[in-house]
């Protein structure tokens, strides 16, 4: 049974487009390389950091959820550390909750319901 993760990954914001889609696509051949499968994935895009990281007020925000092995999980943050494109990560393991919560949010299940009426909303 493979364990669920979710890794968020900012980027120093001075990366041109392809340089953001090579740094992306390093980490995902990565996962696939050492057993994992992509679950989902987001791009967040460029965004305000609460506080500045190495002199750097904005980052590139990404989300990588994915299946795999726990031993997977230290090698991807040695990578992390290692590459000076990455300015914070953070990955964490999906229980149960956090899985449904997830399924529920990629199906749009956040949206309201289609039976109700404007006067009701």
Do not use: C
């Not at 002199?55 to 590459?83: I, M, N, W």
């Amino acid at each position: 049974m493979l364990n669920q993760y979710e890794t968020v990954f900012i980027m120093t914001p001075v990366l041109s487009e392809d340089q953001m889609k090579e740094t992306v696509g390093k980490f995902k051949a990565m996962l696939s390389e050492n057993g994992a499968k992509l679950v989902h994935e987001e791009n967040w895009g460029l965004r305000k950091l609460a506080y500045p990281i190495q002199k750097k007020t904005t980052g590139f925000y990404h989300l990588l959820e994915f299946q795999g092995p726990g031993e997977l999980v230290s090698k991807l943050e040695v990578a992390f550390k290692r590459d000076e494109r990455i300015l914070r990560f953070l990955t964490v393991a999906l229980d149960k909750h956090s899985l449904a919560y997830n399924e529920k949010k990629r199906t749009k299940g956040f949206e309201k319901s289609k039976t109700e009426t404007p006067a009701e909303a």
